[in-house]
């Protein structure tokens, strides 16, 4: 089946630098969700990408939708401890979400 | 604000019990889910179902039944745990409509010895 692969895989920054995460397929995908899931929480949505190119900012966070539609990103920029946490991307097929494997995210002070 | 709530926080059971999970959403959405997270492997989905009485197999359904008899509730069942099933269970819920958002429950950190 379709398959979201994710990297890296784990990720520590420094307070205060930027950092991307990606996400990858094989095959064009029609759409893509981003979670956030803290330390000990649960995942929470974050943004939905439909267009090819598409862009969307939340503060610090910028989110992007390759023009090809096989691939996202994830930019935090100014990276603060309240970003830590593991970021999952997934497509939605139907009623279902594939997700990516995450990337987990730890901030140095 | 959509609540999923999940009947226990923490499960310890024995190999060979039967094990149920509960879970409940306040929203009245048709689609419910059930997934296990595993450290490295994201989520999977075991089950879901997108009306009363309805079900889908998901990516991994092999040990697991789910019982959806009213719309708020969905029900992972374990019917002879194993030790490979100790996981964490993410329950989720969304309305049925296309690329639409999914609502997690806290989670259900279950342990089988």
């Known amino acids: 089946g379709q398959q979201v692969m994710q990297i890296p895989q784990y990720q520590h920054v420094q307070e205060g630098e930027d950092f991307t995460t990606y996400c990858n397929s094989s095959?064009?995908?029609?759409?893509i969700q981003w979670y956030k899931q803290r330390p000990g929480g649960h995942p929470v949505f974050l943004i939905q990408?439909?267009?090819?190119?598409e862009v969307k900012k939340q503060k610090r966070l910028t989110f992007q939708f390759g023009e090809a539609k096989k691939n996202s990103s994830l930019h935090i920029t100014a990276t603060q401890t309240t970003d830590v946490g593991t970021y999952f991307c997934?497509?939605?097929?139907?009623?279902?979400?594939?997700f990516g494997g995450g990337t987990r995210v730890l901030v140095k002070p | 604000d959509v609540k999923v709530t999940q009947s226990s926080r923490y499960l310890v059971k024995r190999t060979g019990e039967k094990v149920f999970l509960e879970c409940v959403q306040d929203m009245d959405h048709e689609n419910m889910f059930w997934y296990r997270q595993d450290p490295g492997l994201g989520l999977r989905l075991i089950y879901f179902s997108y009306d009363v009485k309805m079900k889908e197999k998901g990516d991994i359904p092999e040990g697991y039944s789910v019982s959806r008899e009213k719309k708020e509730r969905f029900s992972l069942i374990l019917e002879s745990a194993s030790t490979n099933q100790t996981s964490m269970y993410l329950c989720?819920?969304?309305?049925?409509?296309?690329?639409?958002?999914?609502?997690f429950g806290p989670g259900t950190r279950l342990t089988v010895l």
């Open positions: 989720a819920s969304s309305l049925r409509v296309r690329y639409n958002e999914q609502f």
């Open positions: 990408l439909v267009k090819s190119g």
């Open positions: 095959t064009t995908l029609s759409n």
């Open positions: 997934a497509e939605a097929a139907g009623n279902k979400l594939t």
